[in-house]
C-alpha cells in the first residue's frame, strides 16, 4: 500500500525526522495562500502515486504566490505523465506546498525487504537526489549497504558508521546515527516495505532534513493498523483494482492486451514470463489465489473483460485445491453475462480437468483448449496476430 510524500513526511515528523514547513493544498487557490505563508518563494509538489515528478515538471521552485496559484491550475487541469505512470498518467488531487530551503549537500537514504535474506537492508549514498539504479550501474562503489538482523535491529555503532562512510562528521553525523535509528522505528512499527528519503540534505545551516520521503506499507499487516485505508488515495488507483481488492483478488493492470486469470503468484508470473517469450502482451497480473470459489472466478474474468485494451483472455490454471470444473462455470458465467465473443484459450490440469475441458468446449464461447502452458500460450498470441 502507497501513500502520499506529505502523508510519509508526516509520518516521519512524527519520529523526530525533520522535514520542511509544509501545507497540503486542494485547489489553486489554498495553493496561493500557502505560498504566501511560505513567504513566496516556496516549492509547489504535485502529489501522484508515481516517481520521476521532478522530471516530469511535477516539482517547481516559485517565488511569488501568484506564481504558485498558476502553477497550481495547470498541475490540477491535466494528468502528469512520468516515467512510472505510463502514457495515461495520474491526475493531480493533492499538492505540497513547501519553503524553499538552501542546500548544501544531498544524500540518499532507505530501508526495504532483501527478498534473497529475508532481512531488511539499509541502503545509503552520498549520490542523493539521482536515480539510485544510476548511481548502483554507473558508481556501485558509492552504494553502501547494511543488512539488519532482526534479533538485534540497527545498532547506533553501525548507523554511525554508515553516517562516516557518507562523509559526515561533528555534530551532523550524531544528528544523522539518530535519524537512522528513528527510520528502522519507523519501518517496525508502522509495518513498511519500503521507508525511502530522497535526498536527505544538510542545509547551509547545518541541519539535517528529509525533503522527499516515500513510504510503502506491507499490504499483509494494513489488518494491525487501522488507520491505513484511510490513508488510501482511491483517485490514484485503476478502477478495476480497487474492484479486485473488494473481493480479495491480486491484480496489477498492465499495458498488453491479453488478459490473464491465474491460480497462485508463481504460476501467473510464470505467465506472463511465457506469453512474452511467445510474443504477447499481458494486460495484467491477476492472481485468484489457490482456493478461489465459483463468484470469485467469475468476479475475476468480469475484471478482465471491463478493461478496454483486452482483446483477447488467456487462462491457466493449475487444480489442486480448487476444481477445473469449478474454474470452468466461473468461466462461462462470466463470458454469459458480458455476452463475450472475444477469443479465449485456456490452460487447466489437475482435479476435474477433462469435466472443466468438456464444460468449456460445450459453452458456445470462442475458446480453445492448449495442451500446456507453451501451446496455449502460442494459441493466444495467434489468435490476437
Given at each position: 500500500?502507497?501513500?502520499?510524500?506529505?502523508?510519509?513526511?508526516?509520518?516521519?515528523n512524527?519520529?523526530?525526522?525533520?522535514?520542511?514547513?509544509?501545507?497540503?493544498?486542494?485547489?489553486?487557490?489554498?495553493?496561493?495562500?500557502?505560498?504566501?505563508?511560505?513567504?513566496?518563494?516556496?516549492?509547489?509538489?504535485?502529489?501522484?502515486?508515481?516517481?520521476?515528478?521532478?522530471?516530469?515538471?511535477?516539482?517547481?521552485?516559485?517565488?511569488?504566490?501568484?506564481?504558485?496559484?498558476?502553477?497550481?491550475?495547470?498541475?490540477?487541469?491535466?494528468?502528469?505523465?512520468?516515467?512510472?505512470?505510463?502514457?495515461?498518467?495520474?491526475?493531480v488531487?493533492?499538492?505540497?506546498?513547501?519553503?524553499?530551503?538552501?542546500?548544501?549537500?544531498?544524500?540518499?537514504?532507505?530501508?526495504?525487504?532483501?527478498?534473497?535474506?529475508?532481512?531488511?537492508v539499509?541502503?545509503?549514498?552520498?549520490?542523493?537526489?539521482?536515480?539510485?539504479?544510476?548511481?548502483?550501474?554507473?558508481?556501485?562503489?558509492?552504494?553502501?549497504?547494511?543488512?539488519?538482523?532482526?534479533?538485534?535491529?540497527?545498532?547506533?555503532?553501525?548507523?554511525?558508521?554508515?553516517?562516516?562512510?557518507?562523509?559526515?562528521?561533528?555534530?551532523?553525523?550524531e544528528?544523522?546515527v539518530?535519524?537512522?535509528?528513528?527510520?528502522?522505528?519507523?519501518?517496525?512499527?508502522?509495518?513498511?516495505?519500503?521507508?525511502?528519503?530522497?535526498?536527505?540534505?544538510?542545509?547551509?545551516?547545518?541541519?539535517?532534513?528529509?525533503?522527499?520521503?516515500?513510504?510503502?506499507?506491507?499490504?499483509?499487516?494494513?489488518?494491525?493498523?487501522?488507520?491505513?485505508?484511510?490513508?488510501?488515495?482511491?483517485?490514484?488507483?485503476?478502477?478495476?483494482?480497487?474492484?479486485a481488492?473488494?473481493?480479495?483478488?491480486?491484480?496489477?493492470?498492465?499495458?498488453?492486451?491479453?488478459?490473464?486469470?491465474?491460480?497462485?503468484?508463481?504460476?501467473?508470473?510464470?505467465?506472463?514470463?511465457?506469453?512474452?517469450?511467445?510474443?504477447?502482451?499481458?494486460?495484467?497480473?491477476?492472481?485468484?489465489?489457490?482456493?478461489?470459489?465459483?463468484?470469485?472466478?467469475?468476479?475475476?474474468?468480469?475484471?478482465?473483460?471491463?478493461?478496454?485494451?483486452?482483446?483477447?483472455?488467456?487462462?491457466?490454471?493449475?487444480?489442486?485445491?480448487?476444481?477445473?470444473?469449478v474454474?470452468?462455470?466461473?468461466?462461462?458465467?462470466?463470458?454469459g453475462?458480458?455476452?463475450?465473443?472475444?477469443?479465449?484459450?485456456?490452460?487447466?490440469?489437475?482435479?476435474?480437468?477433462?469435466?472443466?475441458?468438456?464444460?468449456?468446449?460445450?459453452?458456445?464461447l470462442?475458446?480453445?483448449?492448449?495442451?500446456?502452458?507453451?501451446?496455449?500460450?502460442?494459441r493466444?498470441?495467434?489468435?490476437?496476430?
Amino acid at each position: 500500500m502507497n501513500i502520499h510524500e506529505y502523508q510519509a513526511k508526516e509520518i516521519l515528523n512524527s519520529y523526530g525526522i525533520p522535514i520542511p514547513r509544509g501545507m497540503v493544498a486542494m485547489t489553486s487557490d489554498q495553493v496561493e495562500r500557502a505560498a504566501k505563508m511560505m513567504g513566496g518563494r516556496c516549492v509547489v509538489k504535485a502529489q501522484i502515486y508515481a516517481g520521476g515528478r521532478g522530471k516530469a515538471g511535477g516539482v517547481k521552485l516559485v517565488h511569488y504566490p501568484e506564481q504558485a496559484q498558476e502553477y497550481g491550475k495547470e498541475l490540477f487541469s491535466r494528468p502528469l505523465v512520468t516515467s512510472q505512470t505510463g502514457p495515461e498518467g495520474l491526475r493531480v488531487r493533492r499538492i505540497l506546498v513547501e519553503e524553499a530551503v538552501e542546500i548544501a549537500r544531498e544524500f540518499y537514504l532507505s530501508i526495504t525487504l532483501d527478498r534473497e535474506t529475508s532481512l531488511y537492508v539499509l541502503i545509503a549514498s552520498a549520490e542523493g537526489g539521482m536515480d539510485i539504479e544510476e548511481v548502483a550501474n554507473k558508481s556501485p562503489e558509492k552504494i553502501h549497504k547494511l543488512l539488519i538482523d532482526p534479533l538485534t535491529g540497527l545498532r547506533p555503532y553501525q548507523a554511525r558508521k554508515i553516517s562516516l562512510e557518507l562523509g559526515l562528521t561533528g555534530t551532523v553525523c550524531e544528528d544523522c546515527v539518530e535519524l537512522l535509528m528513528n527510520l528502522y522505528r519507523v519501518c517496525q512499527e508502522k509495518d513498511c516495505s519500503l521507508v525511502e528519503i530522497n535526498p536527505l540534505v544538510v542545509t547551509r545551516a547545518g541541519w539535517l532534513m528529509a525533503m522527499d520521503a516515500k513510504i510503502a506499507f506491507d499490504d499483509n499487516a494494513v489488518y494491525r493498523h487501522r488507520e491505513y485505508p484511510d490513508m488510501m488515495d482511491y483517485s490514484q488507483l485503476d478502477p478495476l483494482e480497487i474492484t479486485a481488492g473488494k473481493y480479495d483478488l491480486a491484480y496489477i493492470k498492465l499495458t498488453g492486451s491479453i488478459g490473464c486469470l491465474v491460480n497462485g503468484a508463481g504460476l501467473a508470473m510464470a505467465t506472463l514470463d511465457v506469453l512474452k517469450e511467445c510474443g504477447g502482451e499481458p494486460a495484467n497480473f491477476l492472481d485468484v489465489g489457490g482456493g478461489a470459489t465459483r463468484e470469485k472466478v467469475a468476479e475475476a474474468f468480469r475484471i478482465i473483460l471491463q478493461d478496454r485494451d483486452v482483446k483477447g483472455v488467456f487462462v491457466n490454471i493449475f487444480g489442486g485445491i480448487m476444481r477445473c470444473d469449478v474454474i470452468a462455470h466461473g468461466i462461462i458465467e462470466a463470458a454469459g453475462a458480458f455476452n463475450c465473443t472475444l477469443p479465449i484459450v485456456v490452460r487447466m490440469d489437475g482435479s476435474k480437468v477433462e469435466e472443466g475441458k468438456k464444460l468449456l468446449r460445450e459453452s458456445g464461447l470462442n475458446v480453445q483448449v492448449g495442451d500446456d502452458l507453451g501451446d496455449a500460450a502460442t494459441r493466444i498470441v495467434k489468435m490476437l496476430g
